[in-house]
């Protein structure tokens, strides 16, 4: 018998930099003619995707080494074959690959952009360990928001390099939560008027945590955890914001984040079905919610579209 997953996970830990990501850990291999190779090892119904950037990168590939992993291009959906390479250089539009079962993809891209985005990418972890080790709920929240976010995005066309922006803000839009007391974040009551204060104040707390990040690209996600309960119709907060005022992606972070709210229980509230936080979102097209994103992400639940990393 041949060694395991788990053999093989750690081995490379042992011996390589790891970057633990909730759809599965990557590997940092090396360098070889100033290509880096990492070994993304996709969890089975964890996912990933690739814009391509000829500013950062000249090389982008992909190539599947075991397992079954899926591929999405511009709403087409196929198994990738087992040593088949994607180059993202030839795609046109986002690339999204899923894990159908336990992956091993190796991925090469330019040396100096690759590591210095792993390295950046490693100093995160610090968050996520810690929204994960207060919070489990809202960990597994994030990751949920952020899938959607990422599936509402593509299907309204959007600009591919802003996705990176928009993964991480929606990821990490409630990270000011870690400044909440547990006491009011998991109340099984009723807040009072003075916690639903202190509560609120967890957009802004998040901001002020984003732009104070020493990486630069998650300081600028910061507007989409400060606007993400903003309201269309110029009722939310923390500032009021109205309408085109509110950035398109705190927009489907509100949305996202609401269908998510509903569809899972906590311990001060049972679960509703899809089908009434659908209705839920529909009332409240033009008033709490951006009327295009509604439609979009309704297209996405609806037509049983697979969740994006």
């Known amino acids: 018998m041949g060694p395991t997953r788990s053999d093989t996970k750690q081995l490379t830990e042992s011996r390589y930099p790891v970057l633990r990501m909730t759809s599965g850990p990557i590997t940092l291999m090396g360098r070889w003619n100033n290509v880096a190779e990492a070994l993304f090892s996709l969890n089975e119904g964890g996912s990933f995707c690739a814009q391509y950037n000829p500013e950062n990168t000249i090389v982008e590939t992909y190539t599947l080494l075991d397992g079954v992993a899926e591929i999405e291009h511009n709403g087409e959906y196929r198994i990738m074959e087992i040593g088949e ?34 390295y950046e990418t490693q100093l995160l972890q610090y968050e996520m360990d810690a929204v994960a080790h207060v919070d489990g709920y809202t960990y597994h929240h994030c990751d949920r928001i952020r899938q959607y976010a990422i599936e509402v995005w593509k299907r309204m066309d959007q600009p591919k390099c802003k996705l990176k922006l928009l993964r991480w803000g929606s990821y990490f839009h409630d990270i000011g939560k870690l400044s909440i007391p547990l006491e009011i974040l998991n109340k099984p009551g009723k807040l009072t008027r003075e916690e639903w204060d202190i509560m609120k104040s967890h957009s802004s707390i998040g901001a002020n945590i984003m732009r104070a990040h020493p990486v630069q690209w998650l300081k600028d996600a910061a507007f989409i955890v400060e606007q993400h309960h903003e309201r269309y119709d110029g009722t939310g907060y923390p500032r009021g914001l109205k309408g085109d005022e509110i950035s398109l992606e705190a927009s489907i972070v509100s949305v996202v984040d609401a269908f998510d709210a509903m569809t899972t229980e906590r311990v001060y509230k049972e679960a509703i079905s899809i089908e009434e936080a659908i209705a839920e979102l529909k009332r409240g097209k033009g008033t709490q919610f951006h009327p295009k994103v509604v439609e979009h992400f309704i297209k996405v639940i609806t037509e049983g579209k697979k969740q994006a990393i």
């Open 85 to 118: 390479t994607i180059d993202a250089s030839q795609y046109d539009k986002v690339i999204t690959f899923y894990g159908t079962t336990n992956a091993e993809i190796l991925m090469k891209m330019d040396a100096d952009f690759y590591e210095h985005l792993f």
